[in-house]
């Protein structure tokens, strides 16, 4: 079992920064992989960024590909997003999710943990 809980989401305007953290608990975190994902109202959610298990590949939404950064720090059982250059479309409700099945990293089904989610709000 994991159980997630991200933080670091806020308000910033158009062209700022926000890294995002997702603190796991559980003992075989390292196994999993991990993703962000976010949604804003009427739409469904979306893949934003995905990272493989230990120091595995990373993946990424095309429009945040540049902009965004996805690590992990096994130690501290912590994952994060680096956003920069922010956009009002990034705005939504950004959520942490774990897997421990290695089919399409971007279908969110495929997650079986996911955290509450964090507002982020970009102003132009």
């Known amino acids: 079992q994991v159980q997630l809980v991200e933080s670091g989401g806020g308000l910033v305007q158009a062209g700022g920064s926000l890294r995002l953290s997702c603190a796991a608990s559980?003992?075989?975190?390292?196994?999993?992989?991990v993703g962000w994902f976010r949604q804003s109202p009427g739409k469904e959610r979306e893949f934003v960024a995905a990272h493989g298990r230990n120091s595995g590949s990373t993946y990424y939404k095309d429009s945040v590909k540049g902009r965004f950064t996805i690590s992990r720090d096994n130690a501290k059982n912590t994952v994060y997003l680096q956003m920069n250059s922010l956009k009002p479309e990034d705005t939504a409700v950004y959520y942490c999710?774990?897997?421990?099945?290695?089919?399409?990293?971007?279908?969110?089904?495929?997650?079986?943990?996911w955290g509450q989610g964090t507002q982020v709000t970009v102003s132009s």
């Open positions: 999710a774990a897997t421990s099945d290695y089919s399409d990293y971007a279908v969110p089904r495929y997650y079986n943990y």
């Open positions: 559980g003992r075989t975190f390292s196994t999993y992989r």
